[in-house]
Each structure stands twice: as structure tokens, then as C-alpha cells.
């Protein structure tokens, strides 16, 4: 069962409908601010693992405007702009949403806010991505990350250690054995990125493992949670170089470690 | 926000995990709920278990309760129906029509049980997608019809990532 307090985002993509969840430990009131004022959508929309976001601008009525500008972490910049359709503060927020790379489409997202006895509970429905399967995927894994990041910035800053275990599939079961040159250079750029994981305490031990099946890596990390986690696979230069490596990510809700 | 393909690769996103739990969310407001899985066999396989008497195997669980005394004319305006029985000896009947059929790509079909704890006896539509993946296949589920009943879709949602665990369990022990 997926824990509540953990965002997910799930995609009917022939429907080109995107929904995600995550229930925070704060008054909708709060939560309402956070999603629309520029103080705090700065702080807590982005990470340093993938981009920030620079300048928000929000006119906060029906027919008011939106814009937000952002730098991904290799220094490229982009853009969203919309326009607000329904404010009902702490409940309801309509807008619309068109990003700068997917122009010229405009879809639509709307945020509602309910009251529970633990906080929020916070749902997002994008709709509008009809018959464009891959941006309405892309948006439900952007999702994720989004709902993560503001969960994360109510959480208490000294979030407690969590464990994974991670294995990494490589392309083919013969990969050891037959790989390319260029795949060569990616696997040691893997092995110094670790290593750096290592220094940094990210990662208690990773290597590969033999396997007559054929071989595959794991690792064990220690970080602040899944969405950590998730971020370190994602900048591990195998997943940067789209070569068809893949990752599996699993709890260890028990570990126990010297 | 995420890009499309015209920056690639994007570096901001992981690759698919090969193993994705299954996953649901429910928008109370809006009346739907969405749910998704990657199962490790063909669509043929996943649009017979969830077409035939198969269902009687997987669908339940000790404790919860067992589909049983499944009947569905698989096309479209055919009737389905099952006895749901419980672990306390209680039954539900649940039934309802296909309403689209494309094997095995597609499934669109009512579902009314005779009583549910947050939804009465309200009918929904359910549609099931099945899309392969270079994992295996995709099932997306959308339940419809929970208007006004927003409790009843967090429920569904919470209870459809259970049942997809069953299929997901069912279908990687009978390939």
C-alpha cells in the first residue's frame, strides 16, 4: 500500500489525465498559501538535483496570471505561464498551464485541498494531454517530485535517515562481458559517481554482483527518503546516458548498520 | 516542471523502474480515480484473467473476501455478474454490462455491487487499458462515477492497488 504521506501521481494517458496525491501535516490554509505565494513556491519548488525555480508571479484572482521561471541544474532555463480560472481559497485552484516546452499546448490543472485530522490532503488533476502519451507520462513522474518536494517542506528540516536498496539492470544480461567502449567510459563515470556517494555518506556500500543469469549492480543508500533517493539514481550518469539501464529502488524499513 | 522529447535525454527523470507497485489516486472532487501497474506478462494474459472465470482465483484474498460464481457474455451490452463472499460467511452481488471490448487492448464496463459501505448501490464505469512496455505491460484502471461520493473513490483507490497486487501476484505464479 502506498503510505499517504508519500506523493504519487498515476496517468490514464489515453485520456491524457494526470492525478496525484499527498497528504501534508498542515491546515489547508497553509498549504493554499504555499502553492500560490512567491516566497514560498521559491522556496520549496525544486531541489538542487534537478532545477530551481528563480522568479514566480502570481495575480491571485479569476483572470489573473501566472508565470514561473526556473534553471534545470545544467543551467538551462525555462518557463510556465497560465491563467487562473477558479480561486477559492483554502479549497479550490483552477489554472491553466503552459509550459514553454510544450508550446503551444495549454492544459489545465486543478488543486483541491481538503481538511483532514492530520492535515491536508492535497489532490492534483492535470487534464488536457489527450493522445500525447509521452508529456502526460513525463508531467505524472514531474508530479511526484513536485507533491514530494512541497510534502517535504512541512516535514521537520532533520528528516531521520532512511535506508534503500537499489539494483541496477543493465541493458542485457551479456553487459558485463560485450560492453562498448562508450559503454566503458559510462560505467566508470557510474564508479566515480558512487564513490562521491560514498565520501558524501550517501551510499554505504554498491558494487556489481555476479550472476549466472547475468551480472546487474547494487547498492545500499542512506538518505533522507525515496524522493533522495530517487533523485541519486536519476543524475547516475547510466540513467543520464539513455542507454537503457534501469533502476529498482526497494525499502528497508528495518536496516540495521554499523 | 518535466520536458518532452525535444530536450533529451532529460536528465531530471529517472528511467522506469522495471518494478512499479501499483499505484492509485483518487480526485474525490472530480469523481474519478485512477490506478496503474506494470505486470511482467502479455495484455492477452492480464484481458483473460480479468474476463474469465479466472477471476475467482485471484480476485480476493484470506481475510478480505473471494470473487466466486463469475457469469459475463463478454460483448458489448453483455451482462456480467459475481458473487462476492466474505470471510464471515456474508455475500455481495455485484454486476453490471460491457460497454467496449477490444481484446486485449481495452475493457469498458459497469459495475454496480448490491451494497457497498461508501458507495450504496451506485454504478461506476470502469475502464481498463493494457499497453506494453519494455517491462511488460501497463494496466491503467479508471473507475468513473463517484460524484459526490468522494470518500467512496479514496476507498476504491486504496482497495485497487490491493486488488492489482492479487492480479500481479496471481499472474507471476500461473505463467
Not at chain 1, 483541491?112 to 507520462?137: D, V
Not at chain 2, 457469469?71 to 458489448?76: G, K, Y
Request: proline content about 6%.
Amino acid at each position: 500500500m502506498t503510505a499517504k504521506n508519500e506523493a504519487i501521481a498515476v496517468a490514464d494517458a489515453e485520456q491524457g489525465l494526470v492525478l496525484a496525491s499527498v497528504e501534508i501535516g498542515a491546515p489547508p490554509e497553509r498549504v493554499f498559501t504555499a502553492l500560490t505565494s512567491s516566497e514560498d513556491v521559491m522556496r520549496w519548488w525544486g531541489s538542487d538535483d534537478f532545477h530551481r525555480t528563480t522568479s514566480w508571479e502570481a495575480d491571485l484572482r479569476p483572470g489573473g496570471k501566472w508565470r514561473s521561471a526556473g534553471k534545470m541544474v545544467d543551467g538551462r532555463a525555462f518557463q510556465v505561464h497560465g491563467e487562473y480560472i477558479e480561486v477559492e481559497p483554502p479549497r479550490k485552484l483552477v489554472f491553466t498551464w503552459r509550459p514553454d516546452w510544450d508550446a503551444p499546448y495549454e492544459t489545465r490543472v486543478t488543486y483541491t485541498l481538503e481538511p483532514l485530522e492530520t492535515g491536508t490532503r492535497l489532490t492534483l488533476r492535470h487534464e488536457g494531454f489527450a493522445n500525447r502519451t509521452a508529456i502526460c507520462r513525463t508531467h505524472t513522474q514531474g508530479w511526484t517530485r513536485v507533491l514530494g518536494w512541497l510534502a517535504a517542506d512541512f516535514r521537520p528540516a532533520a528528516a531521520p535517515s532512511a535506508y534503500f536498496l537499489f539494483r541496477l539492470l543493465p541493458p542485457r544480461p551479456t553487459f558485463i562481458k560485450d560492453m562498448t567502449a562508450a559503454e566503458h567510459e559510462v560505467m566508470i563515470a557510474h564508479s566515480q559517481y558512487w564513490r562521491g556517494k560514498l565520501a558524501d555518506g550517501k551510499v554505504v556500500a554498491f558494487g556489481p554482483v555476479t550472476d549466472p543469469a547475468g551480472s546487474w549492480g547494487v547498492g545500499i543508500m542512506r538518505v533522507s527518503g525515496l524522493v533522495e533517493a530517487e533523485a541519486l539514481t536519476a543524475s547516475d550518469p547510466v540513467t543520464l546516458s539513455g542507454n537503457g539501464f534501469s533502476f529498482e529502488i526497494l525499502p528497508m524499513p528495518q536496516a540495521v548498520h554499523a | 516542471m518535466e520536458t518532452e522529447e525535444k530536450i533529451k535525454p532529460d536528465f531530471r527523470l529517472p528511467k522506469e523502474s522495471k518494478w512499479v507497485a501499483p499505484r492509485a489516486v483518487a480526485d474525490g472532487g472530480g469523481g474519478t480515480l485512477i490506478a496503474t501497474a506494470i505486470l511482467d506478462v502479455p495484455a492477452e494474459r492480464i484481458f483473460r484473467a480479468l474476463t474469465s472465470d479466472e477471476v475467482e482465483r485471484w480476485w480476493g484474498a484470506p481475510g478480505f473476501y473471494r470473487w466466486t460464481d463469475w457469469h459475463a457474455d463478454l460483448q458489448v451490452c453483455g451482462q456480467w455478474s459475481v458473487i462476492v463472499r466474505f470471510t464471515d460467511g456474508s455475500t455481495n452481488g455485484g454486476s453490471g454490462e460491457f460497454i467496449e471490448i477490444d481484446a486485449p487492448k481495452k475493457i469498458v464496463m459497469t459495475r454496480r455491487l448490491e451494497k457497498h459501505p461508501l458507495l450504496g448501490s451506485r454504478e461506476t464505469t470502469i475502464t481498463y487499458r493494457l499497453d506494453p512496455t519494455p517491462h511488460g505491460t501497463r494496466i491503467t484502471v479508471r473507475e468513473e462515477g463517484f460524484a459526490g461520493r468522494g470518500e467512496a473513490a479514496y476507498g476504491n483507490a486504496e482497495h485497487w492497488e490491493r486488488v492489482l497486487g492479487w492480479l500481479d501476484t496471481y499472474l507471476s505464479h500461473s505463467k
